[in-house]
């Protein structure tokens, strides 16, 4: 094969995005001058010199798990770049994914992750769809020993993300490259002279140094597949775009007990170990779900999304507890400190920025950090924390949360009070607890659980109308206050016409008086019927 072949196939290959360890994008590179001057590479030797695990393996069913590998460099589809380079087609897996889900015989689906990365062609479809996929079933994934870059990327939208002992995950970044040739050309005697149509056709060439303009334009396609990247790790690992960017390792792989610290994982723990797990737990059957037939799974049931919150470590304080003010002092257009301050969120909210949180309060619940009124959450309140996983366990009237989301938020709240140092009370088990209806409730009991709700606000309203604290009341206690004043007020008025309305009435007569009157028009009709007499 011609240099000149060689130099326009690596150069398509080094101008598109990779999401991969960039070492390893070198040795693709060199992998593939050797089949392009016609050097015959063995599978094997192809192997030996990208690494990880063959790339070529099926999926494994264990019990009622599903074993999808992820091995090698991910490219999009199997062509001859797969052939040359040892990669793994991403279509080929995400045809894998959807059998899986598709299953009646898989309850439970692991991603054994062994991969460097690669490039970002069909990564984000993938990534969506492993989101999807979690919404019907657990998926797992499994850093066995590698998931770098295009790899985290994917493994990052599993339900639960852990580590080998001796796995390097990370390597969040994008990056191309161009090869300028323009002075080996000269050096050569070559001059090249490019013919086009179209403003930018050849702007990449390898005959001349990248202008300006064609700089800012392969930056500009790497830095939206970064920022697709960082986002759909954010939404994976239920934190926010800044926290990946400026921790995850900010580029760099980390090991298994630097990035459990991180948050990137959520246990570090040998595959051998989640599969055996995984078979213990045996999975909850699902029902079957239709799906469309393009790889991409069509949206899951809105009433499987709702979600905890993942547990992290925060600084944590013990002042006295206000619930209510701390959502107040939440800035109406800071949507995205919502998910610091709650544990946890309904995914069915409206999502207008696209960061897979809801931008409204009320979609989420479980309120237990420190707000400022300027907006921004600090420290977790142990006593909030307290009080919420009393409310899970039944205190308050309970909770609305979807029962399977219990454990989720539980584990979100106890986290903060062991990091300060508390021992978390359990968390009982219930019957999963009545919807906003109420259902099952007499009128009696839904009026105690009424005045229970108006007694604990009542004690809030006089925290904050104590006369000792009038001439220092924030503007948002002062509007809380007046919104309190006006619901008391409609309380008051509604009293007000209950008691002229028993005034107006006279009591209805006993049962037994009712039922005696009615037997006695019975037996009179019925003795009118027959003829007889009294």
Avoid at 121 to 129: G, K
């Amino acid at each position: 094969m011609s240099d000149r072949r060689y130099q326009n196939i690596t150069r398509a290959v080094l101008e598109t995005p990779w999401a991969i360890r960039p070492g390893m994008l070198a040795v693709i590179v060199e992998v593939l001058s050797l089949r392009l001057e016609g050097h015959q590479l063995s599978d094997e030797e192809i192997q030996a010199r990208v690494g990880g695990k063959p790339s070529r393996q099926d999926t494994q069913i264990i019990g009622q798990t599903a074993i999808i590998p992820i091995y090698g460099t991910l490219i999009p589809r199997a062509d001859s770049m797969t052939q040359m380079s040892g990669g793994t087609p991403v279509d080929r897996l995400q045809g894998a994914l959807q059998d899986a889900v598709r299953s009646a015989d898989v309850s439970n689906i692991l991603l054994d992750i062994s991969s460097p990365g690669g490039a970002t062609d069909l990564i984000p479809e993938f990534a969506q769809q492993i989101r999807d996929a979690r919404r019907v079933k657990p998926v797992v994934a499994s850093a066995n020993t590698q998931a770098a870059s295009a790899a985290y990327w994917l493994g990052s939208q599993a339900s639960e993300f852990v580590a080998s002992p001796s796995a390097g995950v990370g390597s969040i970044g994008v990056f191309a490259a161009h090869e300028d040739l323009s002075k080996q050309l000269e050096a050569d005697g070559v001059s090249t002279t490019v013919i086009t149509a179209g403003k930018y056709k050849a702007e990449t060439g390898p005959w001349a140094p990248l202008t300006d303009e064609a700089r800012a334009h392969i930056q500009e396609r790497v830095d939206d597949m970064y920022q697709m990247f960082t986002g759909d790790v954010a939404k994976g690992r239920k934190t926010t775009v800044d926290a990946v960017r400026g921790g995850f390792g900010e580029g760099r792989m980390l090991n298994a007990k630097a990035a459990l610290k991180e948050g990137m994982i959520d246990a570090i723990e040998p595959i051998t170990a989640t599969i055996g797990r995984l078979a213990d737990a045996g999975g909850q059957k699902v029902a079957q779900v239709a799906f469309s037939d393009v790889p991409a799974l069509a949206a899951a049931d809105p009433g499987l999304e709702a979600n905890a919150i993942r547990p992290h470590s925060t600084a944590t304080t013990d002042v006295p507890w206000d619930g209510p003010q701390q959502k107040a002092n939440l800035s109406n257009d800071r949507p995205e400190t919502y998910r610091l301050a709650y544990a946890w969120y309904d995914e069915n909210g409206k999502d207008a920025d696209g960061d897979g949180y809801p931008d409204a309060k009320d979609d989420y619940k479980f309120i237990h950090h420190q707000v400022s009124t300027s907006g921004d959450v600090g420290a977790a309140n142990v006593n909030g924390c307290s009080q919420g996983i009393a409310v899970l366990n039944g205190g308050r009237t309970g909770t609305t949360i979807p029962d399977k989301d219990r454990q989720g938020v539980y584990d979100h709240l106890a986290k903060h009070l062991s990091d300060a140092g508390k021992k978390p009370p359990p968390l009982q088990s219930h019957e999963a607890t009545p919807g906003p209806a109420h259902a099952g409730l007499t009128f009696a009991a839904r009026l105690r659980e009424t005045r229970e709700r108006v007694e604990d606000d009542l004690a809030t309203v006089r925290s904050l109308a104590d006369v000792s604290q009038r001439d220092r009341l924030t503007g948002p206690k002062r509007e809380q206050l007046e919104a309190i004043a006006d619901t008391l007020g409609a309380f008051g008025k509604a009293h007000s016409d209950i008691v002229a309305l028993l005034a107006q009435t006279t009591p209805a007569p006993d049962v037994a008086e009712v039922d005696r009157e009615a037997w006695e028009l019975y037996r009179a009709r019925a003795l009118r019927l027959s003829g007889g007499s009294t």
